[in-house]
């Protein structure tokens, strides 16, 4: 396995083009055209994973997984179906605990803390590190309520009504909801929802916002709404994305993390983590022959 840090984010334009959306020029963040550029990133990991195996009852499903997520940048997590990319991304705030069987070994830390340790409250790493998932899923309620949910049961203290539009703002929802916000969210088209989905885990101001698949369900347009919204979100917080759409991961990340399963000596497959670096370097000279193969389409 060839995982290492990259050292600081490039600041040269590296501009890809899609087949996915022709004409139109993508850039890696930092740079994305069209945008205003971020401000300078410290890129200091904020959480790091360090030989972090997660198991299923007694099945290993990833292995030995050491990788840094820098503040305000956006992770990506590729590679083929079933390597273990959502299994690491739960990892990050704990969701594996609520899966019957499932165990993590090896350290995640936040700020420098293991949240594994004895005293540390899952309920409260979900709050400084919170999920978006692949389908939309608002609560059968209005919009309004969808976004207040969190604040209310987090008890954070403020003008409700401000809270709300503000992290309606944030999701870059707010003109088209704030004259319906007593509609309910299930009424809103599919990339509505998920922006709906995305402020209402901004709303209890986390700081790492982890994004499973979260354009999968969208079409096009709904999707490039996402992807320039994680580029906005960037300049508040940490995303960590796993998408099996590699585009995607050209077009928005900063970096990149491969990940591909390996087959053992019983014929049992497990997840590994081939490759980290930056985007750009991982796109375009990956030191790994799997990773090359896998982002020529050779195999997955
Ligand atoms: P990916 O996100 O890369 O598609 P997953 O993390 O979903 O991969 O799955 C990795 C492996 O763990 C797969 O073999 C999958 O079948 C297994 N797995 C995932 N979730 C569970 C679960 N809840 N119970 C048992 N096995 C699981």
Known sequence: MTSHGS???????KVMTTPERPNVQISTPGLASGTEAAPEATGEPIMN??????????????????????????????????????????????????I???RVAGKV???????????????????????VFQKPNPFPKSIYENVAYGIKINRIKGNMDDMVEEALTGA???EEVKDKLKTSGMALSGGQQQRLCIARTIAVKPEV?????????????????????MYELTRIYTIVIVTHNMQQAARVS???????????????????????DDTSKLFTKPTDKRTEDYIAGRFG
């Open 7 to 13: 050292g600081n984010p490039t600041t040269e334009e």
């Open 49 to 98: 994973l360090s030989g972090v195996s997660v198991y299923y009852g007694g099945y290993e499903a990833v292995r030995g997984t050491t990788l840094p997520i820098r503040q305000n940048q956006i992770t990506a997590m590729i590679g083929p179906s079933g390597c273990g990319k959502s299994t690491i991304l739960r990892s990050l705030n704990r969701m594996n605990d609520l």
């Open 100 to 102: 019957p069987g499932a």
């Open 109 to 131: 830390s936040y700020h420098g803390h293991d949240i594994y340790a004895k005293d540390v409250d899952p309920i409260q790493v979900r709050r400084h590190v919170g999920m």
């Open 172 to 174: 870059a929802l707010w």
């Open 209 to 229: 916002i982890l994004m499973d698949e979260p354009c999968s369900a969208l079409d096009p347009i709904a999707t490039g709404r996402i992807e320039d919204l």
């Open 254 to 276: 900063h970096y990149t993390a491969f990940f591909t399963a390996e087959v053992d000596e019983n014929q049992v497959r497990h997840g590994r983590l081939v490759e980290f």
